[in-house]
């Protein structure tokens, strides 16, 4: 922007809408606007809409300000609470996990956007071995989303006892819900999973399979160097929205 047009601009806001604002053109070419006409020149008015008055800006600027706050309340993150339950089931010559077992909820926001990845800090986890022998581990969280639709798509697992690195087991869901102003228990969340022995892919696939056949059911399938996983149930207890704290 040039300085003569700033200067031009300056003075228009400075101009009382009274008086009137004209326009004309002075000895050089250029383009000037002033309150009063100069003598023995041609000048046009110039039609310049008339500002609000103080008390209608003041309004518009108390709506603006409430819409602000409103999505701000809308937008702010709230408590998830909720428990998951990871299972194992003994087999033949299998070595059953041992804590401890570190576990990350990997959840997908329902109206798109990047996965989000909380780690379990749960300070005084659970590890519970069931008389036919069944371990399961059970760890309490607490999350900070905010309000929308969520699904849990992964739990991801570390633990020695189980491979080296970190495993990946795909849930397919819950869905659950986060309402605004408050927080909500979306309840247990518990997957079973079959500890085959060591031994090779096609080994375990085999072994799957009948376990499938026997179920009548597809059923997932973790091969683990140290001992392939087949999941074998999952149980939801999420309460309803009459339930939320």
């Known amino acids: ?105 990997v959840i997908q926001p329902m109206a798109g956007g990047s996965e989000l990845r909380f780690k379990i800090t749960d300070p005084s986890p659970q590890w519970k071995v069931e008389k036919d022998k069944v371990a399961a581990s059970r760890q309490d969280f607490t999350l900070s989303l905010k309000p929308g639709s969520y699904k849990i798509v992964a739990l991801e697992v570390e633990s020695q006892s189980l491979s080296d690195s970190r495993v990946s087991l795909v849930t397919g869901g819950p869905h659950f819900a986060v309402p605004e102003e408050n927080c909500v228990h979306i309840g247990r969340i518990a997957f079973f999973y079959a500890r085959l022995p060591p031994g090779s892919l096609a080994q375990a696939q085999a072994v799957s399979k009948e376990m499938a056949k026997e179920q009548g059911k597809p059923l997932l399938l973790v091969y683990l160097m140290k001992g392939a996983l087949v999941g074998v149930s999952a149980a939801v207890d999420i309460p309803g929205e009459d339930e939320a704290l």
């Open 1 to 105: 922007m040039s300085r003569y047009l700033l200067i031009l601009l300056i003075f228009l806001a400075g101009v009382t809408i009274a008086g009137g604002v004209y326009k004309w053109v002075d000895e050089r070419g250029r383009t000037v606007y002033s309150e009063t006409p100069p003598p023995g020149k041609a000048a046009q008015p110039v039609d310049i809409s008339p500002q609000p008055p103080k008390e209608v800006l003041e309004r518009a600027q108390q709506g603006l300000e409430k819409q602000r706050q409103e999505r701000q309340r809308r937008e702010q993150p709230q408590e998830v609470l909720g428990s998951v339950v990871l299972g194992f089931v003994p087999t033949a010559l299998a070595a059953m996990p041992q804590p401890p077992v570190n576990l990350t909820v």
